[in-house]
């Protein structure tokens, strides 16, 4: 009778699988304008995400990102390549908030990635590190 107790115990776990790689709640942030004009939006990264996923901007109004990184060895940058739009930096996270600037000039969804990969694993944008910059009127 010891093999009656394993079935539901394995069952347990494979339920349980799911919920651990399961990815944080992709949320969706509208930047709010400071008295200084600015639009201002806090950005954490880390294995593998942006939160939030979604940052929605006003078009031609200067925005500043705070972004930052989760504690840990692993390195993450933040990305957006819409020189089109007047949205063009790449830069390395680290645990202090850094502070990214630039004003959009074009509506439209651009996406926002890491592009750290550790040699010939996958890519963090791979494995899920991207998210979506929304430039609105
Ligand atoms: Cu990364």
Known sequence: ????????????????????????????????????????????????????????????????????KEAGMVPHNIAVKAPEAGIDFDVDMAKEPKPVRFTPTKTGSYPIYCDKQLLFFASHREKGMEGVLEVVE
Do not use: C, H, W
């Open 1 to 68: 009778m010891k093999r009656s107790g394993l079935v539901p115990l394995v069952l347990m776990i494979l339920l349980a699988l799911p919920a651990l790689a399961a990815e944080p709640a992709k949320r969706t942030v509208r930047a709010t304008i400071g008295s200084d004009g600015v639009q201002r939006v806090d950005v954490l990264g880390g294995g593998y995400y942006f939160d939030p996923y979604r940052i929605v901007v006003k078009v031609n109004v200067p925005v500043e990102l705070s972004v930052r």
